[in-house]
Nanobody
Framework: QVQLVESGGGLVQAGGSLRLSCAASGRIFNINNMGWYRQAPGKQRELVALITRGLSTYYADSVKGRFTISRDNAKNTVSLQMASLKPEDTAVYYC????????WGQGTQVTVSS
C-alpha cells in the first residue's frame, strides 16, 4: 500500500558527490519524519540523517558537514545530497518514513572507491 522508490546510488571516487532521492506513494495521509539509513557489510543499519515535517534535521556525526537532507512535503519526497564522500560511506542506503508506521525503501548501493 505504501511504496518508497529510491534512486541515485552508484559508484564514485573518494571526494566525489552523489544525490539520493526517494519518493513515497500509496495510502499516505501524513508523514512525520523522513530519513536515510545505511548498512555496510558486516555492520548494523545506522541512521544517517533525519528530517522532521517541520524541517528540523539530524545528522550522524560521521556525515555532519558533508551530507544534506531535504524534503518536499507536497510531493512526499526526501533527498540526501552527499559530498566529500569517503570509502567508509560505502553501504546500502535505505530511505525511511514514519507515519507513525515505519516504511523502508528497497535500498540503493553507494560505493566510494579510494
Amino acid at each position: 500500500q505504501v511504496q518508497l522508490v529510491e534512486s541515485g546510488g552508484g559508484l564514485v571516487q573518494a571526494g566525489g558527490s552523489l544525490r539520493l532521492s526517494c519518493a513515497a506513494s500509496g495510502r499516505i495521509f501524513n508523514i512525520n519524519n523522513m530519513g536515510w539509513y545505511r548498512q555496510a557489510p558486516g555492520k548494523q543499519r545506522e541512521l544517517v540523517a533525519l528530517i522532521t515535517r517541520g524541517l528540523s534535521t539530524y545528522y550522524a556525526d560521521s556525515v555532519k558537514g558533508r551530507f544534506t537532507i531535504s524534503r518536499d512535503n507536497a510531493k512526499n519526497t526526501v533527498s540526501l545530497q552527499m559530498a566529500s564522500l569517503k570509502p567508509e560511506d560505502t553501504a546500502v542506503y535505505y530511505c525511511w518514513i514514519e507515519t507513525p508506521t515505519n516504511y523502508w525503501g528497497q535500498g540503493t548501493q553507494v560505493t566510494v572507491s579510494s
